[in-house]
Every structure is written in C-alpha cells, then in structure tokens.
C-alpha cells in the first residue's frame, strides 16, 4: 500500500513539474514569422527570451503555403507576426490580426524588373521582386526593425536585445565585404537560372542575371523561351547552370543536356529544409554557400 502511494505521489510530482516546465515556456512572448530569412534575424535578437517560430513549415515550398485552422490560433495567440510582403503570401490579405504584426516590405527598398513570361503569348510585363531579403542591405534594415517592434514587447531587455542585433549587423557587414572582394574580379560576368529569384544580389554586386522565367517559381517555360536559353548558354560558354532549391530541376537538366553546362542550385533562403533546421543552418551559412557557387560559376579570381 504504501508502495502504490509512493508511486502514485512521483508520478503526481513529475506531472507537476512538466506542466510548470510547459508553463515557463508559455509564459514567454511568442514572435512567429514567415520566411526563413527574418525566423533567422528574430531568433537571433531574442536569443532565449522569446519563443520564435516559423508559419510555414521548414521543408514546404511558401509560394504553395497555405494556413490552417491551428497556424490562424497560433497567429492570432502570438505577440508578434512577421511576414515579408511584397506579394509573397497572398493568404495574408484575408488575415485579420487581433495583435501586432510587421509587413517588412513596407520598410526595405523593393526592386522591380521587367521580365519575360514564358507562355502561348510571350510578353515583357514589370512585377515587383519579393525575395529582398537577398540585399544584405535590406537585411539590415529589416533587422532594426524587428529589434523595434522586440523592445516595444519587452522594454527591460533592450540592452540584450541591442547588443544580439549589433552583433548580427556586424555579422551582415564582414558578409557584404566577403561578397564585394570575391565578386570582383570574375571571367564570367552572367548566371543563367530557372527562374528569376536574384536580382538583388546580381544588381548589388554587378553581374547578370539570365531568367528562364521571372519572379515566380510557377512559370512554365515555352518550348521558343528553353531553345534560345540553350542557344545562349552554348555561345556565352557558360558552364553551369541553376535552378532552385524547393523548385524541380527537370528543365535545367534538359538545357544541361542540350547545351553540356552542369547543373546546381542556389539558395532563395525564403525557407529551409527539416535537415538545414536540425543543424541549425542560418542565413549568413547559406549566403556563404551560394557565394561559393556563383564564385565558382563566374570563374571569379
């Protein structure tokens, strides 16, 4: 009997502390975000202070996200909701947020570009680019700002805060500087990629930018738009060739087949994979990696 009672208490004492565990953790003001890119800049700002959490699930394609009933509840009980903008979630349009939220693209400098739509009817048309968060520029000031909406939530630890985003900034700058001194020198001076995902970082550091297709992954190359990109890749003598990370590498292959240029892929960083999160990959890593790649592709000294 007294065994049973002695049992029955543990178990009643263990109860007790996971659910205060649980509790402590609840307690702290949740910041959720859309895209990878600003997950990474409030994750590191908060550090352990805040709970950050990312909508859309690490391994699914954002252009094709859409929330469920649980995302709604976890947005509507969240402290803070970041979200990029620029056209970039649609479903944002018809959510109503009772707590505060960010619309980034009200606050970076947007770039637009005139681009060809591969179809029955090809035509050039301007849309704006979403993926600024590329412009380690924007990077910055997308950084300051969820810093100031942080401090609004949590005014004590500002000082924490501050010192997490002078360190990220600074992180951002020796990436910049990294990206201008290997860039800089290049025999090549264009990429070729399924669709146009890079602008801002070929209108930063001065190289070309050759789109099978424009700003959104969906675009569906005619058969005229896949002949005159081979027909280019064999006169430019490029040697590699892109697609995206998230997006299928069937066409690249075939332009790979017909024109002998390998095929890779570069990072939009607009979301991550299960893998990429486990190992705690950030932005500044796959910046790093694509870096790498374009270095390589562009013969850069």
Known sequence: MKKTLLVIVLIILVALFYTGDEAVKNDKPTIVTSTFALYDVASHIVGENMNVTQIVPFGVDIHHFE????????LKKSSLFIFSGAGLEPWTKNFISTNSSINMSKYVKLEGNEHQCSSSHEHEHKSVDPHYWLDIHNMKIASQEIFNSLVLIDEKNRNFYEKNLKNYMKSLDELNATYKKSLKSC?????????NAFEYLAHEYNFEIIALSG??????????SMARLIELVKNEKIMTIFFESFVSDKTMQTISQESGAKVDFLEPIANITPKQAKHKVTFIDLMRENLHKLSSAMECK
């Open 67 to 74: 929330p469920t009933p649980k995302d709604i509840v976890t």
């Open 187 to 195: 025999k090549v001076n264009k990429i070729v990629v399924n669709h």
């Open 215 to 224: 700003f959104s992954s969906d675009s569906q190359p005619s058969a005229a």
